[in-house]
């Protein structure tokens, strides 16, 4: 007995018509997975679910019969409860105060001890041992994830929407998301499940639907797509060369790093980088790979010995980094990589200003740049003049990636390239990084997608607390060696 | 009602006078404490009223040991309304003199300390209700703005025009402002327009300003404060225009003074409203807790005209007013 | 781009639509000698406020701006007046006093970004600390009353407020230099885009290799500067200082931002837009001098209008951009 579907359904801005003729039913009990490129219309297939967009054209049906949601409310009412990517919490209230927000128990007076009863009890159910009065702020990302589902189900949510829930969570949190959804979905609970993380879809999803360019595509049961052939049709084509094939480095090293430490972070790491080499830092979230590159570049004090070329180098701030050959993309594209309200030109030259005037910032060159930029690493901007938050998520990574190339580093370190993005800009990137080894300059990347690393690098550093838990190569670069060191399981280091 | 004024000024200086043989009298008496609370200093007047206000404590102090002073200055109600309970919490206040930033808002604190059965002088602003004060002590608001309108009554012809700068809207300043107007009436003197100068410099010269470029011709300004006299002489000279019309102020500022002593054709007078009212309030206080005499009533200073004649005894050149 | 921006037209459409109501309502608005005054008088605040324009770009606030340019002003005449049995009554003496506002502006703007930047505590609360003990040092100084400039020399300095080319005095020339080199900077300057990076996002600033807290520290002392500058005009004008000046002026010169179209949150800066916004605040009250429209105890009310609304129709204008 289908919960939630969508019938027919068209939806146009302007003229432009988005999405044409979905169908898509939820069944209770279900994990139905939506997948597709950025800007298939995804999220305007959520938006209309949840209740904040009405279509153009077909309907919506709660059980049977035609519904128009009037706001994201109205829906929540209904039990249609959408988690987004970016968390709805209170950061400086508790977790019972969350959970009960809008709808508190007591009258003029707060009944605390009740909220906090049935906030523990939930949270019991959904086996996260959370204290109901800790504060969100206080929380990881996961336990907010956690909290916001305890949210919906105290809500009596019958049909929950998931916006890339694992984007956010390290490896091993992700197995307690899979054990959530394994848990709702014995409880009837209907789940409509969109991510990038083709594998996760295919372990968790009961049934696919694929969707391009604003149409269904393909629609599958559990088994019947394998990854490559979902990407297949995501992309409309196969994707045989997805990782571009491996180099060959230089013997020759380009950075040399011993003893290097973050204070309570990142402990007396030591390593090399060849020329031509990339290099992959595996590792779990709060492992210290973000920290131990930023320290590295000067964004956090450090200690230690770098040398670049053979030659000492001493690195106190990130224009020192910029000075040795050094250049570092951020993980967090939207708060440290990019003025989302800023155009693309202001963006792209902000950290190399100096090249452009010495007083007087000469436009025309900055324009050249952004000309040059945009071909080199195929940024598509519908409008030169927009501001760099309208462009998609793989646009604005391709766009950090040429503001990070712009001070011509020989040496890149990239945080988690794909992050948010869809199969064929991850492919385009990858082409770029391999691009960039060829040329002789010498790349890390640091990814929490155990795939990405393996596929990418040539060698791969593992990180545990803080320390380097081993390396592996060739061969031995498996997905259950890199967990082994990782996790701290006892495996072959070298 | 001048009359009546002055004859109570009279009878103030006259009960100064005895002043020192009642100080021989109470030698080894107790120790008394009086609060004395005013507005901060932020513009010239209360300036002045500051500095005689703790000029006329240090020499209290000095005459009376067995009196204690405590002052405290508050810049809005709110305060001056925790400061006095703060003298009566705190520092166990005998006598209270009180200058109330407004009227309304203090009235009820000043009544607790009045039931309290401590002595209350309040000064030139009334509370809002009456019959709490012991001692009233106070400058003459009407008579402030019908001397200065007498002033000009009799030394304009008929059809002149006048401008006019007011203070803070305030009721004082409509009481002034009141005045003047009724001492204009009958006559041919035109005011041309009135605006707040907000009894500051800067305000004033704008506003003058303004009025230069509106009306081309003024005979007269009545600036009623002597920090505003000073912005708007500034905009005549600026607009060369001093041979045209005169300026009279107010409140006896030491500058103005001295250039009405010298006989500046642009200053013919000034109307006191001396910040020193302050001082008669203290000492009179202080004598309420030292002679035997009752000091209860009601003392309101009158306004006088400052003519170049009569301008030494208002020149006070220490005060910073 | 092509199509023309309301969000920085509309605070020039307010301006125009006032010099004409000026004009309609008395002839004598425009006058030279009235379009003197208010330009002459526009000159402190806008001043400040072209500084103000950075210091909020940049994210900050600064709420000491009146006290000091009242602090400044005093300890310029004291200078001067120290100076005057040493040094004469000439221009030198002068001199001294003017190096001391400006000198004193970079120190005041230096203490105000150094706490700021170096002991990280909230512009607002740096500020308003900043602020009482400009006020109450400046009170101090004159001992409750004014300090007045020795009459020689105040005959001698008054022409660099009174005096200038023709018609057009100096207060004024300066005023539309600050303005020029400012709109330059802002604009054209690699501090400029800096300033805007670090109010728009100082994490992606600091990412960018950008040395947010000394580009922070200098929008301060440039806004101190500044200040020093507008006394250097200003002392010449009445030849005093007392607790009285320059009360609220760090109200007016925010006000005058935000007409402008400078976001309060920071990240977008308009020093055009800011002379736009003093000079609409200067006329209001010039307008209502003249015009006796309303009664005078409701001035204040019509500039809350009026500031109210400039922010109105570029919050209008930004929801449809959203869209």
Known sequence: MTILALQDVSKSFGPIEVLHDVDLALEPGEVHALIGENGAGKSTIMKILGGFLDPTKGQVLLDGRQVIFGSGPEAEAAGVVVIHQEFNL?????????????????????????????????????????????????????????????????????????????????????????????????????????????????????????????????????????????????????????????????PEPALEVSGLSVPGRVRDVGFTLRKGEVLGIAGLVGSGRTELAEGLVGLRAASGEIRVNGQPVAISSLRDAFDAGLAYLTEDRKEAGLLLNKGLRENLTLATLERFGKFRLDTVAEDAALDKATGDFDIRAPRRDMVAGKLSGGNQQKLLLAKTMLPD????????????????????IYAFIRNLSAEGRSVIVISSEMTEVIGLADRVLVMREGRLAGQVEGNAMTEDNIVRLAMGVAGEAA | MKRRSLMKAAALSAVMGLTA?????????????????????????????????????ERMGKVYPNLEFVLATAGDSAKQVSDIEDMMATRNIDGLVVLPFESEPLTAPVAAVKEAGKFVTVVDRGLSQEGIEDLYVAGDNTAFGRVAGQYFRDNLEPGSKIVVLRGIPTTLDNERVEAFQAALEGSEIEILDMEHGNWNRDDAFTVMQDFLSKYPEINAVWAADDDMAIGVLEAIAAAGREEEMWVIGGAGMKEIVKRIMDGDPQLPVNVTYPPALISAAIEMTAL????????????????????????????????PY | MSKPDLHTLGPLVALVALIVLGALLNPAFLAPGNITNVLARSAFIGMIAVGMTFVITAGGLDLSVGSMAAFLAGIAIIAMNAALPGMGENWGTILVGMGVAVLGGLVAGYLNGALITKARIEPFIV?????????????????????????????????????????????????????????????????????????????????????????????????????????????????????????????????????????????????????????????????????????????????????????????????????
């Open chain 1, 90 to 250: 209170a950061s400086d209230l508790s977790v019972a105060a969350n959970l009960f927000l809008g709808r508190e128990i007591g009258g003029w007076r707060l009944d605390h001890a009740a909220m906090r009863k049935q906030t523990s009890e939930l949270l019991e159910r959904l086996h996260s041992p959370i204290a109901p009065e800790t504060l969100i702020r206080d929380l990881s990302v996961p336990d907010r994830q956690m909290v916001e589902i305890g949210k919906a189900l105290s809500r009596n949510a019958r049909v929950l929407i998931m916006d890339e829930p694992s984007a956010v969570l390290t490896h091993r949190e992700v197995g307690t998301l899979y054990e959530q959804i394994d848990r709702l979905r014995v409880e009837g609970v209907a789940i409509l499940y969109c991510s990038h993380r083709l594998d996760e879809v295919a372990h968790l999803a009961d049934r696919i639907t694929v969707l391009r360019d604003g149409s269904v595509v393909r629609r599958a049961m559990r088994g019947e797509l394998d990854e490559d052939s979902m990407a297949a049709a995501m992309v409309g084509r196969e994707l045989q060369d997805f990782y571009p094939p491996k180099g060959q480095p230089s």
């Open chain 1, 409 to 428: 580093p020989q040496i890149i370190i990239i945080d988690e390239p794909t992050r948010g993005i869809d199969v064929g800009t991850k492919s385009q």
């Open chain 2, 21 to 57: 043989g009642a100080a021989l009298a109470q030698e080894e008496a107790e120790k008394k404490v009086i609060g004395v609370s005013i507005p901060s200093a932020t513009h010239g007047f209360m300036g002045g009223l500051n500095w005689h206000a703790q000029d006329t404590i």
């Open chain 2, 288 to 319: 309420n807790f030292v002679s035997n005499a009752p000091m209860t009533g009601r003392f309101i200073i009158g306004s006088q005209l400052i003519t170049p004649e009569n301008a030494e005894q208002f020149h006070f050149p220490d005060s």
């Open chain 3, 127 to 323: 500020t308003l600390g900043t602020m009482g003990i400009f006020r109450s040092l400046v009170t101090w100084l004159a001992d409750g009353g004014t300090l007045s400039l020795d009459y020689g020399l105040r005959t001698l300095y008054r022409p660099v407020y009174y005096g200038g080319i023709g018609w057009i005095t100096w207060p004024i020339i300066t005023f539309a230099i600050v303005a020029f080199a400012g709109e330059w900077i802002m604009r054209h300057s690699r501090f400029g885009r800096h300033v805007e990076a670090i109010g728009s996002n100082d994490r992606v600033a600091r990412y960018s290799a950008i040395d947010v807290n000394r580009i922070r520290l200098m929008t301060y002392m440039l806004l101190g500067l500044l200040v020093g500058l507008a006394t250097v005009l200003y002392v010449p004008r009445l030849g005093s200082a007392s607790g009285s000046t320059g009360v609220l002026w760090e109200l007016e010169a925010i006000a005058a931002v935000i007409i402008g179209g400078t976001a309060l949150k920071g990240g977008t800066g308009r020093v055009w837009g800011t002379v736009v916004g003093v000079l609409i605040l200067s006329l209001i009250d010039n307008i209502l001098n003249l015009a006796d429209l309303v009664s005078p105890y409701l001035n204040g009310a019509i500039q809350g209008v009026i500031i109210v609304l400039a922010v109105v129709l570029q919050r209008e204008k930004r929801i449809a951009e959203e869209r």
